[in-house]
Structure formats: structure tokens, C-alpha cells
């Protein structure tokens, strides 16, 4: 006989008060019952029921062996719901959020794919560079590119997000081509403005000679990334601005990378959840296409 059901049986009998009464419930006789007790009786060496012509009642060793069934049953029964989950096909709305730049060049191109995969699946994808809060504003998930400070959601780690320097021919030409961080000093750089804070006063570089921290002098901050990369095409300074959003303008020549020796520091990228928000079929395969996509 199988134990789950032996214990449901016996969990069904102490709850009712007889072997009879177990069995009407469970569409099994009498007999039958006791049989499932006393297979548990013989495999745990204890008495768990006492019967006597009038009535029956748990032993001690009854009423323990009582509770840690249902608990042994609920968690079985759990796994069930959770495997039934796991099979069924992933539908419904997803609300997701990423900043503007890796949204726009980086995770709509994955997102059409992933919508082509589930049609049962519809995504509302909100992009800005303010930190939201997942919890509060009913996210599914949210995709940072910073830092993360300790937060009670899960992080997922993605591929680091990668930066590079460049400006326009005409801005190259009419002031200079900096071989080194520190040339950033004399040039005109536009800042990125992140939300609800100034754009950084000092750009980080990486090269040969080790890191290099340059301040720089930013007399248009931006808080949107294309919008730095119109102003840079239009010859107004140096930008720093991941490498997607800047492919195609250095493919045509129409942006040229500067400082091609030294790195700036790559961010960080994850995908957070919630760890109380169940995970869906249409949250558990949205997170795996990401960590497939950028992982």
C-alpha cells in the first residue's frame, strides 16, 4: 500500500472518530481502514489508535504521529499544485520595468521573441531610470543595471552592462582627439543624469597603467541615453553609453569611439522578483528567456 495513502487514511480516521466513519467518507469499508492503520502501526512500531467496543481514540504517540501527517500531506499536496503549475501553459498580463536605453535596444528585440514563444502571455513594459519599487507599484519583475543594495527581492544575475566613449567627427576634429582619461579634463562631456541625482562629476576608465578616475566638466546632463547620443551626433561633446545603443552611429562612422585602450567599469545588470509573488508559468519562463537572453 502506498504510505501517503495510508497516512490520509488514518488522518481521516482520527478526525472522524472511527474506521466506519473514515470509510464512508473515503469510500472505503471499515476493514479497509483498519488495514491502513495497522500498516502504519507495523512500519512505525506504535500504537496510534486505541479501540475498544464503544469508542476509539489516539494514543500519544497517536496525536504526534497525527500532526506530522498533515503537515507531511500538505506538503505533498503542495508539490502537486506545484508540479500542475510548472506543466501548464503560461498565460496572462506580465508587468515588467527596465531602464530606457537597455529597454528600448536590448530587451525589446528579446521580448518580441519571447510574446512569439507564449502567446498565451501579454507584457506591459514600462521604461524608465528611476528606481521603482517592484512591490509597490505591482511589478513582476524589474531588470537594474546599478550596484543593488540589500532588498528583500531576489536578484538574478545577468551579463554585465558594457560602456564605451565616442563623440562625432566633426566634435574630433574641431577640438581634439584625447589619448588619455585625463585629456576627458579639456573636453566637453555630457553627463548622464541619473533619477533624483546629478551626473557623475568623475568618469571611471580601466587601461594598461591601472584605473583612472577623471573628473570631468558637464555643461548639458541628460537623463536619457538617446537623448545624450542626439546631442553627441550634433557635436556637442563626449558620451559614455553602452555599446547597444551606439552600434549602428560607430558602425556608419557617424560616432567614432575614443579611448579605445581603456574600459570604463561595466554596471552590474539583474532581474528582480519578488520571493512572495508566486512563480507563475508566464513569471518562470519570462525570467529564463532573460537569463538565456543576457545570462
Known amino acids: 500500500m502506498d504510505r501517503l495513502t495510508s497516512m490520509a487514511v488514518f488522518v481521516k480516521a482520527a478526525e472522524t472518530g472511527s474506521f466506519a466513519s ?10 479497509m481502514v483498519g488495514k491502513h492503520v495497522r500498516l502504519l502501526e507495523e512500519r512505525y512500531g506504535m500504537k496510534l489508535i486505541s479501540r475498544t467496543t464503544r469508542r476509539q481514540s ?6 504526534a504521529f497525527y500532526e506530522r501527517c498533515k503537515s507531511v500531506l500538505a506538503e505533498a499536496e503542495a508539490m502537486e499544485a506545484l508540479a500542475a503549475n510548472l506543466q501548464a501553459s503560461p498565460r496572462g498580463k506580465l508587468r515588467v520595468n527596465a531602464p530606457v536605453s537597455f529597454g528600448a535596444y536590448c530587451l525589446v528585440p528579446m521580448l518580441t521573441r519571447y510574446l512569439q ?3 498565451g502571455v501579454e507584457v506591459e ?16 519583475a524589474v531588470i537594474r543595471i546599478a550596484p543593488l543594495p540589500d532588498s528583500r527581492l531576489i536578484a538574478r544575475p545577468l551579463t554585465p552592462y558594457r560602456l564605451i566613449a565616442c563623440a562625432s567627427p566633426g566634435y574630433l576634429a574641431a577640438h ?7 585629456d576627458l579634463a579639456e573636453h566637453a562631456c555630457l553627463g548622464f543624469a541619473y533619477w533624483g541625482r546629478p551626473a557623475a562629476a568623475a568618469w571611471e576608465f580601466v587601461g594598461p597603467s591601472g584605473r583612472h578616475s577623471v573628473r570631468v566638466t ?3 546632463s541628460i537623463n536619457n541615453g538617446q537623448a545624450l547620443r542626439i546631442a553627441a551626433l550634433e557635436g556637442f561633446g563626449i558620451i559614455v553609453q553602452p555599446c547597444e545603443l551606439l552600434r549602428d552611429d560607430l ?5 567614432v569611439r575614443v579611448l579605445s585602450e581603456y574600459e570604463t567599469p561595466s554596471l552590474p545588470v539583474h532581474i528582480l522578483f519578488s520571493p512572495d509573488r508566486r512563480l507563475t508559468p508566464k513569471l518562470r519562463t519570462f525570467i529564463d528567456y532573460v537569463a538565456a537572453a543576457f545570462g
Open 176 to 182: 581634439g582627439i584625447p589619448e588619455r582619461p585625463e
Open 22 to 31: 473514515a470509510g464512508a467518507v473515503l469510500g472505503l469499508s471499515s476493514q
Open 117 to 119: 514563444d507564449y502567446p
Open 251 to 255: 558602425a556608419a562612422g557617424r560616432l
Open 125 to 140: 513594459l514600462t521604461l524608465s531610470d528611476r528606481i521603482v519599487d517592484l512591490i509597490d507599484e505591482g511589478y513582476d
Open 218 to 220: 558637464s555643461r548639458l
Open 58 to 63: 489516539l494514543t500519544e504517540a497517536g496525536s
